[in-house]
């Protein structure tokens, strides 16, 4: 799982700066020269995209997405167990809808030929961020869901430092 922790990282790591670097020399282009980079907004909100669906892997492996904590806690052990089981089951479903319509999406865009705009590049590589964020993510509900009923976690946030050392990698 680090080698998954490694791409995930390095894929949001360069999205962002790579937005931050686009943007700032659009708005320098715009400043001095009074023009800015077609291609910069199309660059921009699909590495933004891109960033979006790898980044929420990211939350789900450190359990940052909202819950229900207060709630959670209020049930017993064997309870909360099932909670664990239903809401990674419900989460599994949604993103492997999320797979399926994604991959249809580049499917459809391959076939058609759509490209962007701007650069003409083929639409297709940027929709990949759908179902590749949605593959990530399931990847890291079932890690999340093991590893809470391996140790018996019964918050969702780890209690230890042991914990969250390894809830990290």
Same mark, same amino acid.
């Given at each position: &799982?680090?080698?998954?922790?490694?791409?995930?990282?390095?894929?949001v790591m360069?999205?962002?700066?790579?937005? $931050? *670097?686009i943007?700032?020399?659009?708005v320098l282009?715009?400043?001095?020269f009074?023009?800015?980079?077609a291609?910069?907004?199309?660059?921009?909100?699909?590495?933004?995209? =891109? $960033?979006?669906?790898?980044? $929420?892997s990211?939350?789900?492996?450190?359990?940052?997405?909202? +819950?229900?904590?207060?709630?959670?806690?209020?049930?017993?052990?064997?309870? !909360?167990?099932?909670?664990?089981?239903l809401?990674?089951? #419900?989460?599994?479903?949604? =993103?492997? =809808?999320? #797979?399926?319509? +994604?991959m249809?999406?580049? #499917?459809? !865009?391959?076939?058609? +030929?759509?490209?962007?705009?701007a650069?003409?590049?083929?639409?297709?590589?940027?929709? +990949?961020?759908i179902? #590749?964020?949605?593959? =990530? *993510?399931?990847?890291?509900?079932?890690?999340?869901? &093991?590893?809470?009923?391996? %140790?018996?976690?019964?918050?969702?946030?780890? %209690?230890?430092e042991?914990?969250?050392?390894?809830?990290?990698?």
């Open positions: &799982m680090k080698l998954v922790a490694y791409i995930e990282n390095t894929i360069v999205a962002m700066a790579g937005m $931050a *670097c943007t700032f020399a659009n282009s715009r400043y001095f009074d023009t800015s980079f291609f910069a907004e199309e660059i921009t909100i699909n590495l933004f995209v =891109l $960033a979006t669906f790898v980044g $929420a990211i939350a789900i492996k450190r359990q940052a997405h909202f +819950g229900f904590h207060y709630f959670f806690t209020k049930f017993n052990p064997t309870t !909360q167990r099932v909670l664990v089981i809401t990674s089951l #419900l989460m599994l479903f949604f =993103l492997s =809808l999320t #797979l399926i319509f +994604g249809e999406l580049v #499917l459809n !865009q391959m076939e058609r +030929g759509r490209v962007t705009p650069l003409t590049i083929p639409q297709w590589i940027f929709t +990949g961020a179902p #590749l964020g949605s593959l =990530l *993510c399931m990847i890291r509900t079932v890690e999340v869901m &093991m590893i809470r009923l391996k %140790k018996n976690h019964q918050l969702p946030l780890p %209690k230890t042991e914990d969250s050392k390894e809830m990290k990698m």
